[in-house]
């Protein structure tokens, strides 16, 4: 008998048909032997209809009254499936992140995980039950709710695993694993069998939104058995693993590509080229819980500067107001923003041994006229900023250009 954690995605659990659907596949992991602990999504669309009631009152992203509004969603998800399978005879009981005892630091909307109590966890399945956990939640130091982030049950999933030892975590979704592309984008993108967990930690920051990173990097940590499966398709999904002895992936270049519109580029135009001033801005947008991603410096000229870099697009109207108050602090020329682009990347661990993955994706997006505006590169991926309305073709050439339609799902 093995112990599984399964979680469903807000696709999943989009409608009562659909839950009834959930509960299916629920049973059918118990019906194997095993003991099955399921964490939830809200219902698709419930947490920004939430969110936006909770902005219409004056709520912010980042404050615990809209944490405790939107984490409502997960509540009502963990009540019906748990419902759905006693309809079919199973004994299922609904957890809430204070009732496992899932502890959070105090950062609302963005709350990191810094322990689990699986006791709770272990005392419920010891009395043959069914565990539905709902995601996305947790409990800070005073007792007030918290929310971990977009993706967050992915999160939730993967650290409750962790912490009562899961033979397996199986996240399922509206696909049936992870593709070379966006098969959306890209009609010729096709599912890969194995995805390494260093692969998979870039592809969830670049764009793809199969698993939130921070589940990715939980699951790497603490060495939990991760699977991407359908709710909808039978299938074996995709396995995220350590690369450890394998060698096939040598005989790859590039495994996927990747395409995030969620960006936006800020720069600080004649900024003192002085030591000190880069640590300053980048310390107050760090503590305004703001996520830099891509980073240039001009060369000084007359000693001045202008500093680009990139955040999401949610947090562009935060940046601007710190920016544009350290501009006048610093005596810079102007900030001027430019929410119009996109980050399109390359991504392969087989990048280590191979030579010239820039030059051919330089020079493919150059045959279409494509600009690069930034870069950021690492062993096993290369980012370009682009005009966002070369996204997808950039996505569909780059994908062609990697032979990426001609492997083997």
Known sequence: M???????????????????????????????????????????????????????????????ETDLIISSGEQISSGLLSLALKNEGYDAVPLLGHQVR??????????RISSIDSENIYKMLKNGKIVVIAGFQGIDSNGF??????????TTAVAVAAAINADRCDIYTDVDGVY?????????AHRLDVVYFDEMIEMSSLGAKVLQIRSVEFAMKYGVNLFVKSTFAEG????????????????????????DKDEAKISIRGIPDKPGIAAKIFSRISDANIVVDMIIQN??????????????????????????GLAKELDAKEVISDDKIAKISVIGVGMRNHYGTASIMFDVLAKENINIMMISTSEIKISCVIDAKYAELAARILHDAFNLGKLNG
């Open 299 to 324: 060369i000084s000229v007359e000693g001045h500067t202008d500093l680009t870099f990139t955040v999401s697009k949610k947090d562009l109207k935060k940046a601007l107001e710190i920016t544009g």
């Open 180 to 188: 070379t592309a966006d098969p959306n984008i890209v009609p010729e």
């Open 236 to 259: 074996k999904g995709t396995q995220i693993k350590f690369l450890g002895d394998d060698k096939n992936m040598e005989e790859l270049q590039v495994s996927s590509v990747a395409c």
């Open 102 to 111: 899932i502890a959070t630091d105090e950062s609302y909307g963005k709350a």
């Open 145 to 154: 709710i918290t929310t971990l982030g977009r993706g967050g049950s992915d």
């Open 2 to 64: 093995a112990l599984i954690v399964q979680k469903f995605g807000g696709t999943s659990m989009g409608s009562i048909e659909r839950i009834k659907q959930v509960a299916g596949r629920v049973i059918k992991e118990k019906l194997t032997g095993n003991d099955v602990v399921v964490v939830v999504s809200a219902m698709s669309g419930e947490t920004n209809r939430l969110l936006d009631l909770a902005v219409k009152m004056g709520g912010r992203q980042d404050n615990m």
